[in-house]
């Protein structure tokens, strides 16, 4: 079983919506929860567009539910983020592989924020049958937290609900950031075409080998041929769920990363997006892919870092040449210390705008960073003494480190450290370095320190 | 009772469970926790069957003397004793890491321990138990401890998971509660209250396995009969039960649950005025992402609405949604309610055109269809105008002028390739070869020509101006990484081919660190020589279980360590004939790398596909005759049949002193005198190189009749056949329709294959048995190649090797005939096989999109069972590389038809595959539309139009000639002319035959588009 920390969501209430009355009037509330298990109110309003809400919020707890690989249901929350600009919902699939997030800018609603801060929001199958009902033009109340709760009596009641928090499933929120940062814009089609090519991708018999997806004119097509520009999915059935929102989008953009293969799925609504980012491979969830090991492995840029914390103040936007000039550095060593940041899951990274922003997970982050198996075994091997420098010429520093009955060769270079192990030699970096590098590199921060 | 005692118990052969239970019957709370400690220490030693160095003497001689299989059965006595003091005295941590007892005197004893303790954890522990996916608890045990006031009454779902499949089951699999369910619930009628969970968890109530009667008494009753009794004797309310199992509908459970809900609800068949009450949850239920649900709801909505009992405006503002995602048959049942309602109405309203709007975005074809038949005879406004247009681009070309005669304009696609300007394209600057190689000396003599194929001559296509150069392996640590990295993972075949000639080349010279860079690489290679299944797992280059994986394994670690003699096991399968050339020079090389007297490989391909450069290949000559180096002679015969037609005679210009000149002036074409004195099998082979579509036994040299093998001094000729056998078989009653695809080997007529010369005899005692595999092909590596051998789809774990299917073609890049025909035999035999890992066909196709061969007719034979093919992977390749094929005109419309005609000579080929493929291939853009209109016309004319779902393709063509707007072939419109009645077939036939466009603007974008991709 993977490793987990046994998590209480504790609500307030059920989130729910109050049945429609004559004048299709009803009011959907979600209920929040945090780390300490307080409820915090964030925000009451009018949606202006229910069932595109309504569409998103189902379509990212359908993922938040989904296994892509296994029949294990996933019972987890979202997260949201809240403040005077924006209110993002975030969250993965049960495997890790997807992630998915909503965001719906202050324009979707008539009303304003209450306050800041990130939350669980207890998303329930009530809740999803009473969403699949909105339709556009009605009446409906929507609000964040509790403040006066309109919900029958029957879901005014404290839910807890008590889950084994999947490790892996926090690590997650860290890894898609730095992921995201590396995304480029492939393609901007309409929702027309999108919705075309989206109903192309098989429903069963589905490609076991990478896919790609190319662009003929305005049209899509899905591709089992690298090209240049391609869009290389695996696992169709992970990008057909974002099916349901496209009848009512304007356009689609697709995001990728050519060198690992991530690609990420922007709907974009006349107000509001919905971002759905999938891992290069069905069996690969962002949680083990190890992009944000070497930032977490350093300890460098500790007195930047801290700086930088403390100026995150929720904000949807951070913008790093104003940080950078108001702390007195190079916009580079900002953007450097925000990954850290990312990969500690206190930053997010909004791939339309290029910025990250501020939102604190509510999760005990400190756990998570302990339990990366190949930092803590790289820890081990320092530890142990089992890291060896054994030369350093021009740019390259080679290290010995001790693997299973034989001694890696490790070469710490500018341009792209290197290792003997099996693991490099598949994944050549792209899944993040192995334990082996990372030693090495913790040995080499041990002794320029010292 | 103290530890040594409890010891003695648990490990006293004759004592019971029950002594166990007896043993705690007096121990107080204080008791168990003092022992708690200790006990879970024993029951942890007992389940690893290991002692500890302070365990008495009688755990440890007792463990040490259990040996064999009784150590790793949980159930052995001794750890089912452990278990039971477990939960006599530990914690619920501990608890929850202990097995549970499962039936007999265990499970009473069990119970009886925990009757006595009552656990304070107890229903923490039950809840836990029941969230299990497979709990070892059931019902009747839970509830007996509710009843006894040991845990309070379980409130979760799968307490009432565990209920209602426990009323229902039968003893065979689980513990029942011993009686049919409506008795039950007379003895107990507090589970009338838990009926409505019934409807809101996941279990097996409304299910129709036939396991679930397995064992079953003959008044045994499922939940579905006995809930209709509880309704006619009053117990259950009718009301309540049928508005439950529309709310069931609503929950996000499985799809067979969920259909038992419909059947119960229809079972009870509700009165109108009852549906009438329910008409809103109906409406609820028509957009269901499940389609049978939604189906049934539309089937109630249908029936009110002729009852004239349905809300009209609350269904149309429902359908507005429902309709995006609906089956094909729940969006026209929607349409045929609105159309009821337009009738009822006299007219059709603003909502129900709105609604009608949204079918637009359905994505079948025919709701479309029928929408915008309704629409037409709508009074649209122009503000209903302008929304149709705007979902004009979910129509498929079809269905585009019927919107335009409803809008009343026309509308130029947005994505069609019209932007290409044909005045810009100046022919006359191309020279006659460059016009000739890419068969656009056609488009210049005719200005209305639209497609013609590129040039058919191999000497055209295979200039290596057109094909990329593979850059050798300069240095050792290059190829160390090369090979740790090829271990993991090889994608390209040119890989093995660089590794290889690394080592011929580099063998000898040094790097630093020499051993720590490959230490690991040795360790994981002589882990993959002998651990079948770990090698399996990659798509490395030691994934084959064959000679070939043999003699690479071998190379590489005589390299990597020539002092150490590693061992490897036999391989599991046979080679390919014609690897055997291969093989046989890597064995030659692996005993130079060990003598440390390595030569550069002559044969080491200088392209992709594994085309060697003439040039290239005489430098390398050079290069051994001024060295005084021996040339390899399988390395020379492998390097014949990769010479490109090129650079020959530039080639045989720089050629200096060499013993070989005759041989090499006879390959590159300067001389066509034959001496086949000193090595017949070299020259037959230089033969085949020099011209390797020619009749050697034609030429005027005096070469022995006898021995023109096929492959040899002549080239391949074959034919193959696809059809259906009726079979059957000795235990089975019922007769298979099994699909056959036979290729078979056409011998000469004229030859004896007792032939009385000694050539002849000599030759067919190495190439006779051609059908087998254990053929000794290496002295005539083109015979080889022709070899028909069956793919052994049952065993054949390398052809799951995605590089060496493409491999395979780079062998002898020359004449592709034989491969090309093992490609298809294999494509032909695993054409309905679903997608595995061990199924990399989609590899076959990758050489294609160079295009440095002709598309023969064994090409387009590939292409036409790509296209046909289940697994997604090689259709999806196949579809590209046919894309690709009319893109730059490699595909001949004529050939890929008459190939698709002997396929369908019976109906052996899956049309609905096959016409998914060809309308992906078709929606490419005008120029792919064109041909594939042509290909179809072709095909069809011949093919029986009674062949099931023969209307797909007509659906293609339709769209085809929609975007194309050209006439049909005179010949094509006498056969659809004969196609009558009011099949789908017949309909399209009618729509197709109403086609009479010549759009003369898009013949030239069409043009257009076909000269600007050659360019």
């Known amino acids: 079983m993977a490793a987990g920390i046994d998590y209480t969501y504790k609500y307030d209430f059920s989130s729910g919506l109050t049945p429609f009355n004559d004048q299709r009037r009803a009011s959907l509330s979600l209920a929040t929860c945090n780390l300490n298990h307080k409820n915090p109110y964030f925000f009451e309003g009018k949606m202006r567009h229910p069932r595109v809400i309504g569409d998103m919020l189902i379509t990212l707890s359908d993922i938040v539910r989904t296994h892509y690989f296994l029949p294990t249901p996933a019972i987890l929350d979202p997260v949201l983020t809240s403040n005077e600009d924006l209110l993002r919902l975030e969250g993965f699939s049960g495997c890790c592989g997807v992630y998915a997030r909503a965001d719906l800018p202050a324009e979707a609603f008539e009303g304003n924020s209450h306050g800041r801060g990130t939350t669980n929001v207890d998303f329930n199958t009530p809740m999803r049958r009473a969403l699949m009902r909105l339709r556009e033009g009605d009446d409906v109340n929507f609000s964040v937290g509790k403040n006066e709760v309109v919900l029958s009596k029957d879901d005014l009641k404290i839910v807890e609900k008590k889950v084994k928090l999947p490790l892996r499933w926090i690590k997650s929120f860290s890894e898609a950031q730095a992921y995201q940062a590396n995304l480029e814009l492939a393609m901007e089609v309409s929702a027309a075409d999108a919705l075309r090519f989206i109903r192309t991708l098989p429903k069963t018999n589905r490609p076991k080998t990478p896919s790609y997806v190319v662009s003929t004119g305005r049209a899509l097509r899905l591709s089992q041929r690298k090209t240049n520009g391609a869009v290389k999915i695996l696992g169709t059935q992970r990008v057909k769920t974002i099916e349901k929102l496209l009848p009512r989008a304007e356009t689609l953009n697709i995001w990728h990363d050519q060198n690992n293969g991530t690609s990420a799925w922007e709907v974009c609504f006349e107000v509001g997006s919905f971002f759905l980012m999938i891992s290069p491979e069905v069996y690969r969830g962002f949680s083990g892919e190890g992009q944000t090991l070497s930032q977490l492995s350093t300890t460098r840029n500790s007195g930047l870092i801290s700086q930088i914390r403390a100026e995150l103040k929720w904000q949807s936007m951070l913008n790093v040449e104003e940080i950078a000039t108001k702390l007195n550095t190079s916009a580079e060593n900002i953007e450097r210390a925000l990954a850290v940041l990312g990969a500690r899951g206190l930053a997010g990274f909004d791939v339309k705008n290029g910025q990250y922003f501020h939102r604190e997970l509510p999760f005990d982050m400190s756990k998570v960073e302990a339990m990366q198996p190949r930092l803590r075994n790289a820890r081990k091997l320092v530890d142990s003494g089992l890291v060896k420098k054994n030369a350093s010429l021009n740019d390259v520093t080679v290290y010995s480190v001790a693997g299973t009955d034989i001694s890696h060769r490790v070469e710490l270079r500018h341009h792209g450290d290197h290792c003997t192990c099996q693991w490099f030699s598949r994944y050549q970096g792209k899944r993040g370095p192995c334990k082996h590098i990372l030693a090495a590199n913790l040995m080499d921060e041990l002794e320029r320190v010292s | ?1015």
């Open chain 2, 1 to 1015: 009772m103290n530890l040594d005692k409890l010891e003695a118990l648990i490990f006293d052969a004759k004592s019971d469970y029950f002594s166990i239970a007896n043993a705690f019957e007096k121990f107080t709370d204080s008791d168990r926790k003092s022992i708690s400690q200790a006990i879970q220490s024993l029951h942890r030693q007992i389940f690893k069957n290991k002692p500890l160095k302070s365990a008495s003497d009688l755990v440890t001689t007792s463990l040490n003397n259990r040996v064999g299989a009784a150590v790793i059965f949980w159930h052995h006595s001794y750890n089912r004793k452990a278990s039971l003091c477990m939960y006599a005295v530990a914690p619920f941590s501990a608890i929850k890491a202990t097995d549970v007892p499962y039936r007999g005197d265990h499970f009473d004893a069990f119970k009886r321990i925990i009757e006595t303790r009552k656990p304070a954890w107890l229903s923490e522990w039950v809840e836990w138990q029941c969230t299990m996916e497979d709990p070892w608890i059931d019902f009747p045990l839970v509830w007996g401890w509710y009843k006894s006031g040991l845990i309070p009454e379980p409130k979760y779902d799968s307490y009432y998971t565990l209920f209602a499949n426990a009323l229902m089951a039968t003893d065979f699999y689980t513990k029942s509660v011993g009686k049919p369910i409506r008795q039950a619930l007379e003895a107990e009628p507090h589970w009338i209250t838990y009926i409505p969970t019934l409807f809101r968890v996941e279990s097996n109530a409304f299910n129709t396995n036939p396991w679930l009667w397995k064992g079953a008494d003959k008044d045994h009753e499922m939940w579905p009969e006995a809930l209709v009794k509880l309704v006619h004797e009053g117990i259950v309310k009718r009301d309540n039960l049928l508005a439950l199992t529309l709310d069931g509908l609503s929950q996000d459970l499985k799809q067979n649950q969920l259909s038992g809900f419909h059947k119960l609800h229809t079972s009870l068949s509700p009165t109108l005025l009852e549906q009438k009450k329910l008409s809103d949850q109906y409406l609820d239920l028509m957009d269901h992402k499940v389609g049978h649900v939604a189906k049934f709801a539309l089937k109630h909505i249908q029936f009110l609405s002729k009852s004239g009992e349905l809300n009209d405006s609350a269904f149309i503002s429902r359908a507005r949604d429902a309709f995006i995602h609906a089956a094909k048959g729940n969006s026209k049942l929607i349409i045929s309610i609105i159309a009821s309602i337009n009738r009822r109405r006299k007219k059709v309203d603003d909502d129900a055109i709105m609604a009608l709007i949204s079918a637009l975005k359905s994505e079948h074809a025919d709701t479309q269809s029928v929408a915008l038949d309704i629409l037409s005879s709508a009074n649209l406004s122009s503000a209903q105008k302008e929304g149709i247009v705007t979902e004009r681009n979910f129509l498929p070309p079809s269905l585009i002028s019927k919107l335009d005669n409803i809008v009343g304009t026309g509308y130029v696609r947005a994505n069609d390739q019209s932007t290409i300007k044909t005045e810009s394209i100046d022919l006359n600057s191309l020279g006659d070869e460059a016009l000739r190689t890419r068969g656009l000396d056609r488009f210049q003599s005719d200005p209305t020509e639209i497609y013609t194929t590129v040039s058919s001559d191999w000497r055209d296509r295979s200039k290596l101006e057109f094909i990329e150069k593979v850059e050798p392996i300069e240095d050792v640590s290059t190829l160390i990484d090369t090979i740790a990295k090829a271990v993991e993972l090889t994608r390209k075949p040119e890989t093995v081919y660089l590794i290889v000639d690394g080592i011929s080349r580099l063998n000898g010279y040094g790097t630093p660190d020499f051993e720590a860079k490959t230490s690991a690489l040795v360790k994981r290679l002589k882990t993959l020589s002998t651990d079948w299944d770990e090698a399996a797992a990659h798509q490395g280059i030691a994934q084959t279980r064959d000679s070939l994986r043999r003699a690479l394994l071998s190379l590489l670690m005589v390299w990597l360590r020539p002092s150490e003699r590693v061992i490897l096991p036999k391989e599991v399968s046979t080679s390919l004939p014609y690897h055997t050339p291969f093989i046989r020079v890597l064995e030659a090389l692996t005993k130079s790398v060990r003598k440390s007297k390595c030569t550069p490989l002559l044969s080491t391909p200088s392209h992709i596909n594994g085309w060697l450069d003439p040039k290239i290949w005489v430098e390398r000559i050079n290069l051994y005759s001024a060295n005084g180096w021996e040339i390899e002679r399988n390395d020379l015969l492998t390097s014949l049949p990769r010479l490109s037609p090129g650079n020959r005679q530039e080639a045989y210009k720089s050629l200096q002193e060499s013993a070989l000149r005759p041989l090499i002036s006879f390959v590159l074409g300067q001389s066509d005198k034959f001496e086949a004195k000193g090595d017949l099998e070299l020259w037959m082979t230089a033969a085949r190189s020099s011209k390797p579509g020619f009749d050697w036994r034609k030429s005027s040299m005096d070469i022995n009749d006898d021995s023109a093998i096929v492959g040899g001094l002549s080239p391949i000729d074959y034919n193959w056949s696809a059809s259906i056998e009726e079979r059957s078989y000795s235990n089975y009653d019922q007769t298979f329709r099994v699909n056959l695809f036979d290729l078979n080997r056409v011998q000469h007529p004229h030859l004896n294959e007792n032939g009385s010369s000694k050539t002849a005899k000599k030759f067919f005692n190495k190439v006779r048995n051609l059908k087998s595999p254990k053929v000794n092909a290496v002295e005539l590596p083109y015979a080889s190649f022709h070899c028909l051998k069956k793919t052994k789809t049952w065993y054949g774990l390398d052809e799951g090797v995605a590089w060496k299917n493409a491999w395979d073609f780079t062998l002898c890049p020359t004449d592709q005939v034989g491969v090309n025909l093992n490609a298809a035999l294999c494509l032909a035999n695993t054409i309905d096989e679903d997608a595995t890992r061990l199924t990399h066909k989609y590899s076959l196709f990758e050489h294609l999109f160079t295009g440095d061969h002709p598309w023969i007719d064994s090409t387009h034979l590939m292409i036409s069972l790509g296209l046909s093919r289940k697994e997604a992977d090689g259709r999806g390749m196949a579809v590209d590389v046919t894309i690709h094929g009319i893109e730059m005109g490699f595909l001949d419309p004529g050939i890929l038809a008459s190939q698709l005609i002997g396929l369908s000579k019976e109906p052996w080929l899956k049309l609905n595959r096959l016409s998914q493929s060809l309308q992906t291939v078709s929606q490419s853009s005008p120029l792919h539309a064109y041909v594939i209109s042509v290909v179809l016309q072709s095909w069809l004319s011949e093919v029986n139009l009674k062949t099931r779902n023969i209307f797909m393709i007509f659906e293609i063509l339709l769209n085809a000639q929609s975007v194309i707007k050209q006439p049909l072939n005179h010949e094509f419109r006498q056969i659809l002319k004969t196609i009558k009645g009011s099949s789908k077939a017949a309909k399209l036939a009618k729509s197709l035959l109403e086609f009479n466009e010549d759009d003369a603007d898009i013949r030239k974008t069409i043009r257009a588009q076909a000269i600007s991709n050659r360019l």
